[in-house]
């Protein structure tokens, strides 16, 4: 049986403004090589990101990761290790040293995650999901990976039917931003359900024809 608290469970969200990062420009330090930090290294490496790990021992696990954008420094920690890094993890037990690595990223604003409490950071990192045309992040306001998932997955299942018609209007409007005339128009007018449907019924050349004229279809080369 339920029990109501009287504690308003909102009262604990958080929020979040996100940003999509170019991986292959991503420089990513990690301090701490156990567990906690093999996991979010493999994260950002099969991303694509530069991941360069610093700590005095290392899991067996690190040193079989076959991978040119990894690097290993066996060294204590410096200030001057996270000065060429975009985003610092923080993957360590030592409490006093998080909190000098932590008053070293706000010196230097960069942006940092700590991996023994996300409060303690700036950042954190969101499930994320990809098909061929769509990618997307997802976290929850309380503080529940597992129900992040959980929403992932169901995310998932209604953008895999965008995933098509995502493919199609970009080429068209990627075209379309080339027009002298009737690019927002085009753009506005592909970008809904109802052109969807419409291009489900295999209509959207002829809708197109309908609304913009023969032009439009020579100029987007759509034949």
Same mark, same amino acid.
């Given at each position: 049986?339920?029990?109501?608290?009287? #504690?308003?469970?909102?009262?604990?969200?958080? #929020?979040?403004?996100?940003?999509?990062?170019?991986?292959?420009?991503?420089?990513?330090?990690?301090?701490?090589?156990?567990?906690?930090?093999?996991?979010?290294?493999?994260?950002?490496? #099969?991303? /694509?990101?530069?991941?360069?790990?610093?700590?005095?021992?290392?899991?067996?696990?690190?040193?079989?990761?076959?991978?040119?954008?990894?690097?290993?420094?066996?060294?204590?920690?410096?200030?001057?290790?996270?000065?060429?890094?975009?985003?610092?993890?923080?993957?360590?037990?030592?409490?006093?040293?998080?909190?000098?690595?932590?008053?070293?990223?706000?010196?230097?604003?960069?942006?940092?995650?700590?991996?023994?409490?996300?409060?303690?950071?700036?950042?954190?990192?969101?499930?994320?999901?990809?098909?061929?045309?769509?990618?997307?992040?997802?976290?929850?306001?309380? /503080?529940?990976?597992?129900?992040?998932?959980?929403?992932? #997955?169901?995310?998932?299942?209604?953008?895999?039917?965008?995933?098509?018609?995502?493919?199609?209007? /970009?080429?068209?409007?990627?075209?379309?931003?080339?027009?002298?005339?009737?690019?927002?128009?085009?753009?506005?007018?592909?970008?809904?359900?109802?052109?969807?449907?419409?291009?489900?019924?295999?209509?959207?050349?002829?809708?197109?024809?309908?609304?913009?004229?023969?032009?439009?279809?020579?100029?987007?080369?759509?034949?």
């Amino acid at each position: 049986m339920s029990t109501n608290t009287g #504690e308003n469970i909102r009262t604990k969200e958080i #929020e979040y403004t996100y940003l999509a990062l170019m991986s292959h420009k991503l420089r990513v330090g990690i301090i701490g090589g156990g567990k906690a930090g093999f996991i979010k290294a493999k994260n950002f490496i #099969e991303k /694509g990101c530069y991941v360069e790990i610093l700590s005095k021992t290392f899991l067996n696990e690190f040193i079989n990761i076959e991978c040119d954008n990894i690097v290993l420094n066996k060294r204590p920690y410096n200030k001057n290790f996270i000065e060429d890094k975009h985003i610092i993890i923080l993957a360590l037990d030592d409490k006093k040293l998080r909190e000098e690595i932590s008053s070293n990223c706000e010196e230097l604003f960069k942006i940092f995650i700590d991996c023994s409490n996300f409060k303690e950071g700036m950042a954190v990192i969101p499930v994320q999901r990809e098909i061929s045309n769509i990618s997307f992040a997802l976290n929850t306001k309380v /503080g529940n990976p597992k129900g992040a998932v959980l929403a992932a #997955e169901a995310a998932m299942e209604t953008l895999k039917g965008y995933d098509d018609f995502i493919e199609y209007t /970009g080429l068209i409007r990627n075209k379309a931003k080339n027009l002298d005339y009737n690019k927002k128009e085009i753009i506005d007018f592909i970008s809904t359900e109802d052109f969807k449907f419409i291009w489900k019924k295999n209509k959207s050349e002829l809708a197109l024809k309908l609304f913009f004229g023969k032009y439009i279809i020579e100029k987007l080369d759509m034949r």
